[in-house]
């Protein structure tokens, strides 16, 4: 059977399953959008099932820009190369192959959809919008459809591990842009059209309609974002277990409840959000007063090297640091912050960096924040390409 004809197939098979599926885990309802393509899809990203929430709302197949780790998987990859078209995204490493690798799929009258923020949400606000973003959409020459969902952050949290919490969650077209208004529009003002669209607070929305998001063990591998306590300022120390997170320095406790705050006695913070603001000031305070000494480590982690797309070979295991000017990895070679070009993180802990030469993951064996690493690195070069 012809690739589109085989394609469109399948998507009209998968998608009447996911309208299903998403309100059977997440009570999702989704707006179906009957339009006619070719058309550039862009929405936020708050959850690994995102592309199945997506094709709840689409008619017409949509191409997923998606990171090049999903065609390094054996059979699984295989399926997905023969039931769709993967376009590859090399995370921390360089966009322009993906860029012409979209612009190429939208002129042959494919749809394509694309994260623009490169990385799920860690708590729960909208992550800045891939720079050039604009750009790219204006250049296309396809009509441009920007996506929200809302609800998601909550129903299965970047931080948890993979757990999914039922609530109510939803996602709806917000605009629907033909090509002859975005060549009417400068580059920087189709970026703030994109960004506008795609914004989400979900602690802004919660606190106006306090929706419960029930689940099992709300609270545990928080520690792999939340790893400075606010009541001792000790690092490395917060643990979770079941609905609780604490503190084995000082003891300070805190309940993560249904609606995604926390209670108790010892709460300086009550939501994800603020504490994660408090805790991006630290490390932005620690970074910019660091000397020569260490600002970050982290032992028993795994290096591997990236050839995109095909395979990822094993380096070494050992210890991970952070200097000013430095990354010490964990098979002792350096690689100045200078030589960076991107940093993400896969997952809530599998943290991924390029130069202009290599692409490599470091893996943790341990529930340890990483993303840390991405936050200090920020702060040294304002350019990284951070979290796509």
Request: proline content about 4%.
């Amino acid at each position: 059977m012809e690739e589109r004809k085989r394609h469109k197939l399948l998507w009209s098979i998968v998608h009447p399953i996911c309208i299903v599926g998403s309100k059977i885990i997440f009570n999702y309802d989704a707006e179906v959008y009957r339009g006619k393509g070719p058309y550039l899809v862009m929405a936020n990203h708050n959850a690994d099932l995102d592309p199945m929430l997506l094709a709840c709302s689409f008619t017409e197949p949509l191409y997923f820009v998606a990171s090049e780790h999903i065609l390094r998987k054996g059979f699984v990859s295989d399926f997905l190369r023969w039931g769709t078209r993967i376009i590859p995204r090399q995370k921390g490493g360089n966009a322009s192959p993906t860029v012409r690798n979209i612009v190429r799929n939208l002129g042959e009258g494919n749809n394509v959809c694309i994260f623009p923020e490169g990385n799920r949400s860690w708590d729960g606000v909208t992550s800045p919008i891939t720079p050039a973003t604009g750009k790219m959409a204006r250049m296309t020459g396809a009509k441009l459809i920007t996506y929200r969902t809302e609800g998601i952050y909550f129903s299965n949290p970047r931080w948890s591990g993979g757990s999914l919490r039922r609530g109510k969650a939803s996602g709806h077209v917000v605009g629907v842009y033909e090509p002859e208004y975005l060549k009417s529009l400068t580059a920087g003002a189709v970026q703030e059209l994109i960004e506008t669209d795609l914004h989400e607070d979900a602690y802004a929305r919660q606190r106006e309609v306090r929706t419960k998001f029930r689940g099992r063990k709300l609270a545990e591998n928080l520690e792999t974002m939340l790893f400075i306590c606010p009541n001792c300022k000790a690092e490395g120390y917060m643990r979770s277990k079941g609905n609780d997170f604490y503190c084995t320095s000082c003891g300070a406790r805190h309940r993560y409840t249904p609606e995604g705050y926390f209670a108790g006695s010892d709460v300086i913070f009550d939501t994800v959000l603020d504490w994660n603001i408090w805790q991006n000031e630290r490390i932005k305070e620690k970074c910019l007063s660091a000397g020569e000494e260490e600002i970050f480590s982290d032992t028993d982690m795994l290096l591997y090297k990236i050839k995109t797309g095909e395979s990822t070979q094993f380096i070494s295991a050992g210890e991970l640091k952070l200097f000013r000017d430095r990354l010490i990895l964990p098979d002792g070679s350096t690689v100045p912050v200078k030589e960076l070009r991107g940093m993400s993180v896969l997952g809530p802990q599998t943290l991924f960096f390029s130069t202009s030469k290599e692409n490599y993951v470091v893996k943790s064996t341990k529930i340890r924040c990483v993303i840390k690493y991405l936050s200090a690195c920020k702060v040294f070069d304002k350019n990284l390409l951070y979290g796509i």
